[in-house]
Each structure stands twice: as structure tokens, then as C-alpha cells.
Nanobody, 113 residues
Framework: QVHLVESGGGLAQPGGSLTLSCTAS??????????WAWYRQPAGKQRELVAA???????TYSDSVKGRFTISRYSPTKTMYLQMNSLSPEDTAVYYC?????WGQGTQVTVSS
């Protein structure tokens, strides 16, 4: 079993930055055999992949965030991060942490002036 808790969401101005954190707990958490990812779901739209850390050690990003967002992980604390820069109103969504079939509760990110 894996339990995920996100934090760091909130209100940001266009062009601003936020950093999301996701801390995993549970004996089944693995860094090397599980895909760790961030998804987001804008209001009224489908959930979409934002960024992922693959089991091979690579990073993948959606085209809409490439060059602005950075995904990372600190394995000793089982914490994954999403550094979000140059935010725009289109980034407004609920952001979810995901590890394999496990999901966090989501954290709201709102970008508005």
C-alpha cells in the first residue's frame, strides 16, 4: 500500500512560481521500479499528464510545460517535487501526485492576477 500527500499549491500571479511536493509513505514505495508522476485536471476537463520520472531514470514532460516545469525526487524522504516557473492562467488546475496505481488527494493551483 502507498499513501501520497501533496502540498504547496495555492495562488500565484502570471509569471510567478510555485513548488509542489508529494511525500509517499508505505512499505511498497519504490523509486526504481515505479513511475512517479504529476498529473493535473483543469475544471471541466480531463486529467492530463504533466511530468513523470520513469523507471529508467528519465524525465518526461508534456509539451505545454516543457522548459517551465521541473520534476525531481529526493529518495531518502520519498518526496517528489514539481518546480513550476513562468506560470500562466492555463496552468490553473488541481495537481495530483501519482505512483503507479496510487493517487494523492490533489492540491489546487490557481494562476491569476
Amino acid at each position: 500500500q502507498v499513501h501520497l500527500v501533496e502540498s504547496g499549491g495555492g495562488l500565484a500571479q502570471p509569471g510567478g512560481s510555485l513548488t509542489l511536493s508529494c511525500t509517499a509513505s508505505g512499505s511498497d514505495v519504490r523509486s526504481t521500479t515505479m513511475t512517479w508522476a504529476w498529473y493535473r485536471q483543469p475544471a471541466g476537463k480531463q486529467r492530463e499528464l504533466v511530468a513523470a520520472l520513469t523507471t529508467g531514470g528519465g524525465r518526461t514532460y508534456s509539451d505545454s510545460v516543457k522548459g517551465r516545469f521541473t520534476i525531481s525526487r529526493y529518495s531518502p524522504t520519498k518526496t517528489m517535487y514539481l518546480q513550476m516557473n513562468s506560470l500562466s492562467p492555463e496552468d490553473t488546475a488541481v495537481y495530483y501526485c501519482n505512483i503507479d496505481e496510487f493517487w494523492g488527494q490533489g492540491t489546487q493551483v490557481t494562476v491569476s492576477s
